[in-house]
Nanobody, 124 residues
Framework: QVQLVESGGGLVQAGGSLRLSCAAS????????MGWFRQAPGKEREIVAA????????YYADFVKGRFTISRDNAKNTVYLQMNSLKPEDTAVYYC?????????????????WGQGTQVTVSS
């Protein structure tokens, strides 16, 4: 069993930056991938970025390419989402998720473990 805890959310002005962290604990696997999702009020949950734990392969949604960077620190069992040039439309609850596999999943149904989420609010 894996537990995920997000942190780093908050209120920021448009154009600013935040770095989200997701700390993982508990059982780990040799093949693992992790992703960041977000859900805005009245909208469906959508993938933001994903990364394989060991291989470092990444995926980014089109709306964050060039602005967000996903990374990991295996020694700290932590995945990060660096968010730059934030826009009001980035306002959402951001969730960290994890699953077993060698290739990143792009849909929420592929992820078995989820954090509680952290609120990101971008003012105009």
């Amino acid at each position: 069993q894996v537990q995920l805890v997000e942190s780093g959310g908050g209120l920021v002005q448009a154009g600013g930056s935040l770095r989200l962290s997701c700390a993982a604990s508990g059982r780990t696997f040799s093949s693992y991938f992790m992703g960041w999702f977000r859900q805005a009020p009245g909208k469906e949950r959508e993938i933001v970025a994903a990364i394989t734990w060991n291989g470092g392969n990444t995926y980014y949604a089109d709306f964050v390419k060039g602005r967000f960077t996903i990374s990991r620190d295996n020694a700290k069992n932590t995945v990060y989402l660096q968010m730059n040039s934030l826009k009001p439309e980035d306002t959402a609850v951001y969730y960290c998720a994890a699953a077993r596999g060698v290739r990143v999943g792009l849909q929420g149904a592929e992820y078995e473990y989820w954090g509680q989420g952290t609120q990101v609010t971008v003012s105009s």
